[in-house]
């Protein structure tokens, strides 16, 4: 660039001060502040930012704003240059708070030289508080230069001085340049005294050079630190730029409650930076006047200074007066206000005590139902139950598991009602796994599937079971070929002659309450009470072995050692009848438990499986009978009232059109039902993780409870967990598969495959895993055969010496290995039937 070039861009960016023995320079777009008042303090203003100037120091200060805010400000640049260059600054801003949404803020700024140049800088400012002392905001912004046309930008000159009469070709794209730009601040309040600000500028650093795409506007850091009190305000702040490094700090003091300020400041930095400032402010009712004067104590020389003016206007009422009229109106009535609210909150206090433990005795009762239905086999009946109790009391830990216990179960079946031995079987399976008894739930629920293998529930229940307790499951795996019982007794005998009676004595235990009668439990229970020294609970138990098994040859070969004599009487074995009497007590008086909770269907099949199954043992049941035919005689009422109300509903309106078919109340009911299942299975798939699952089967709930909002939410937090739960699994997807990718660069085989393995069962479909797995194994699968081509390679070269040596027994080893590597090697396979030949000839 010639001179006459540099002379201009002096003239556009220094405002022509040739006659300086020292300058100091600014690029587009520099720090030259705005506002009287942040000017007056050394421009030391991003921890202070308290009012519509944050728009420019830091617009996190805006949410510090309870009121809006207008500003208007202009300022003179080094008055009294010598070639009498006209440099002006202004500023117009406006903050708006929006209340709980935080402070929405516009700004124009403005900077030129008359007839040469000009600068804009078009904000839109937005500051909230993120946490109770940080507060953040952000700044967009559309920035604007222009040069003027002169005879020197129209009429360019050469290296020779020689003008060419064309166009300068730094201007040869334009005289103008529009960018965007983008500020991000924060301001951190430890208290009402102290303050942290950050501001960064121009983040993106736009590109705002007419002819140079390199030049870029540098990006700012503006770091400051702030002391408030009632007496005086001091701050500081440090700003990086460019290259340079700058310090400025300032105070402020206002007097006749805060009518009039005044203010100091100094800026010192790099390449001999320095200025002074002060400055002085008049306040009253909604405005505000300020002035300040800015000197260079360095570089520009022979200026009186630069000097600036602002006016600021306040949109609302003075708040200081109405909160002082308050607080006078609030001090009258203060000591009466005070008791009311103390006795509200005594009051209210008992009243949520009172609900508490209403809530908690409601919760109670429901649990106690709960149990007692779940023991009569109504899961599902029972899970509604517990779901009032949950609501009621959610914080009490019995109740949570037994709901989530039971949650499981009305998942596989709802109800068991049977009288059958095996529906008894599943009934006290369930119970020992409610009561947290899991061995026992298991081994009763494996030998309830060996009296019913076709039953499709008890293999789900089974699963939940080995969900919940995997150890315990596989301890109690039936070996193959072994019923439940066989295994148990064969493991007792074991722990007899291990000599573990006590291990022996579970075992019998166990079997001897799925069957009481069994006599080999019997027996191995009175040897292992024998061994441990107990000998009479030992005889006692051979005794009843003989009650059932009167020729048990072992047992009394046992009681004859012992000195028993066993009785020769056979004792006296109840009759099958009298068995199926007992039995029948037992199915009747389960009926009579549960009758209330069944609906008419639900008793009369019950009642009428009980007759069924005892009719043909003579049992007395014409009681039972007469209250089935009751039963069924009261069913039918039901059933001819709701057709004689239709036919009445028809005679009555028969000219009127055909309506929407209004459901029956029994229908309603199940409709009800269905729709408390469909609740209860969305809550069950929820707590397993299945949000997917909750989600359908609840929005299937909504359409019917169109008005339910707490179940919306539901809905809602659902969703949340859903998304929750994939950027956590995305997250892990790209840690697995990170290490993977670092593991196949190491050439780890094994642990890559690992990882992605992992990748895998979170993502089977996932394609770089795959690509990367197949990958793998073509690496793993070329290793193995270079490794057993080396192997190979070496076994033949041995054979080959020990075959040159005439050992030829080990050269036959040797090529052997060669052949079990490559069963087709043609050079092993002939020079093993050499090796063979020539050791014949010895």
């Known amino acids: 660039m010639n001179k006459l070039i540099k002379m201009i861009m002096v003239i556009l960016l220094l405002g022509a001060i040739s006659v300086c023995v020292q300058v100091t320079c600014w690029a587009d777009f520099e720090d030259l502040g705005v506002g009287a008042r942040p000017i007056g303090m050394g421009n030391a203003y991003t921890a202070l930012a308290d009012d519509v100037n944050a728009i420019y120091y830091n617009p996190a200060g805006l949410a510090q704003l309870d009121e809006s805010q207008f500003t208007s400000g202009y300022g003179k640049l080094y008055w009294g240059l010598d070639d009498g260059s006209n440099l002006g600054s202004g500023f117009v801003g406006y903050a708006h708070p929006l209340y709980h949404w935080g402070t929405l803020g516009v700004g124009w700024l403005n900077f030129g030289l008359r007839g040469l140049y000009r600068e804009n800088s078009f904000i839109l400012s937005y500051g909230n508080t993120l946490k109770k002392k940080l507060l953040a905001g952000l700044n967009l912004k559309l920035l604007s230069k222009k040069y003027g046309k002169t005879l020197y930008t129209e009429n360019a000159i050469d290296d020779s001085g020689n003008t060419t009469g064309e166009r300068d070709p730094v201007f040869s794209k334009g005289y103008s340049k529009t960018g965007f730009s983008t500020d991000l601040g924060l301001l951190y309040k430890f208290n009402r005294e102290y303050s942290l600000g950050l501001t960064l500028t121009d983040i993106n650093q736009p590109h705002m050079d007419l002819k140079d795409n390199k030049s870029r506007v540098p990006i700012g850091i503006k770091s400051g630190f702030l002391y408030n009190s009632d007496f005086l305000t001091f701050a500081l702040d440090t700003t990086f730029r460019n290259g340079d490094v700058n310090v400025y700090s300032g105070a402020e003091k206002w007097f006749s409650n805060r009518t009039f300020g005044v203010r100091a400041g100094l800026g010192v930095g790099s390449r001999r930076f320095s200025n002074l400032a002060l400055g002085a402010s008049y306040a009253k009712y909604l405005f505000q006047f300020d002035y300040a004067f800015l000197y260079p104590l360095s570089g520009i020389r022979d200026t009186y200074g630069s000097h600036r003016i602002s006016l600021t206007l306040r949109f609302a009422p003075e708040k200081e007066e109405k909160k002082r009229a308050r607080e006078e109106?609030?001090?009258?009535?203060?000591?009466?206000?005070?008791?009311?609210?103390?006795?509200?909150?005594?009051?209210?206090?008992?009243?949520?005590?009172?609900?508490?433990?209403?809530?908690?005795?409601?919760?109670r009762n429901y649990y106690k139902e709960a149990i007692e239905v779940y023991r009569n086999g109504l899961y599902s009946e029972s899970l509604g139950k517990l779901r009032f109790a949950v609501e009621l009391d959610p914080k009490r830990p019995e109740i949570q598991d037994l709901f989530k216990k039971l949650s499981s179960i009305a998942d596989v079946i709802s109800k068991e009602m049977g009288l059958e031995r095996e529906a008894e079987l599943i009934r006290t399976g369930i119970s020992y796994y409610i009561e947290d008894k899991p061995r026992k739930a298991i081994t009763t629920l494996q030998y309830a599937f060996e009296f019913a293998p076709k039953n499709k529930e008890i293999p789900r229940l089974l699963n939940v079971l080995k969900r919940e307790y995997p150890a315990i499951a596989e301890q109690e795996k039936i070996s193959e070929g072994m019923t439940l019982v066989e295994q148990k007794m064969y493991r007792a005998l074991n722990y007899l002659y291990e000599d573990r009676s006590d291990l022996a004595i579970?075992?019998?235990?166990?079997?001897?309450?799925?069957?009481?009668?069994?006599?080999?439990?019997?027996?191995?229970?009175?040897?292992?009470?024998?061994?441990?020294?107990?000998?009479?609970?030992?005889?006692?138990?051979?005794?009843?072995?003989?009650?059932?098994?009167?020729?048990?040859?072992e047992v009394l070969e046992s009681l004859r050692k012992e000195g028993v004599i066993p009785p020769k009487k056979k004792?006296?074995?109840?009759?099958?009848?009298?068995?199926?009497?007992?039995?029948?007590?037992?199915?009747?008086?389960?009926?009579?438990?549960?009758?209330?909770?069944?609906?008419?269907?639900?008793?009369?099949g019950l009642l009428q499986s009980i007759i069924d199954k005892f009719k043909p043992w003579g049992i007395e049941r014409s009681r039972l009978e007469r209250e089935l035919r009751e039963l069924k005689r009261e069913k039918e009422k039901k059933k001819v009232k709701v057709e004689k109300e239709k036919k009445e509903t028809k005679v009555l309106?028969?000219?009127?059109?055909?309506?929407?078919?209004?459901?029956?109340?029994?229908?309603?009911?199940?409709?009800?039902?269905?729709?408390?299942?469909?609740?209860?299975?969305?809550?069950?798939?929820?707590?397993k993780g299945d949000y997917n699952g909750a989600i359908a089967k609840w929005e299937e709930v909504v359409k019917v409870r169109t008005d339910d909002a707490e179940l919306k939410k539901l809905i809602e937090k659902a969703k949340v967990k859903i998304s929750k739960t994939k950027e956590k699994k995305i997250k892990k997807m790209k840690k697995h598969y990170t290490r993977a990718v670092a593991h196949y660069k190491k050439r780890h085989w094994g642990e890559a495959v690992t990882e992605l393995e992992e990748v895998l069962k979170l993502e089977p479909k996932h394609k770089q895993s795959k690509a990367l797995m197949d990958r793998i194994e073509e690496k793993i699968w070329l290793t193995v055969q270079e490794e057993r081509k080396k192997n190979m390679d070496k076994y033949y070269n041995a054979g080959l010496a020990y075959f040159e040596k005439g050992e030829y027994g080990k050269a036959i080893a040797e090529f052997e290995k060669v052949l079990k590597l490559e069963p087709i090697h043609l050079q092993a396979q002939r020079l093993i039937k050499e090796a063979m030949e020539k050791a014949k000839k010895r």
């Open 329 to 363: 109106r609030l001090a009258e009535i203060a000591s009466e206000k005070a008791a009311r609210v103390e006795l509200a909150k005594i009051r209210e206090k008992e009243a949520k005590m009172l609900e508490e433990r209403r809530k908690i005795e409601i919760a």
């Open 506 to 553: 579970l075992e019998c235990q166990e079997v001897l309450e799925l069957e009481p009668n069994n006599t080999l439990a019997l027996s191995r229970l009175g040897s292992a009470y024998y061994v441990i020294g107990q000998k009479e609970k030992a005889k006692e138990l051979w005794l009843k072995v003989l009650e059932i098994e009167p020729e048990n040859k």
């Open 571 to 604: 004792p006296k074995v109840p009759s099958k009848r009298e068995e199926m009497k007992k039995e029948f007590e037992k199915s009747l008086g389960y009926y009579r438990r549960i009758e209330k909770s069944l609906d008419i269907d639900d008793r009369i």
């Open 653 to 687: 309106q028969p000219t009127l059109p055909p309506k929407v078919k209004v459901p029956s109340e029994e229908k309603l009911i199940a409709i009800k039902e269905k729709i408390e299942q469909k609740f209860r299975e969305g809550v069950s798939d929820y707590r």
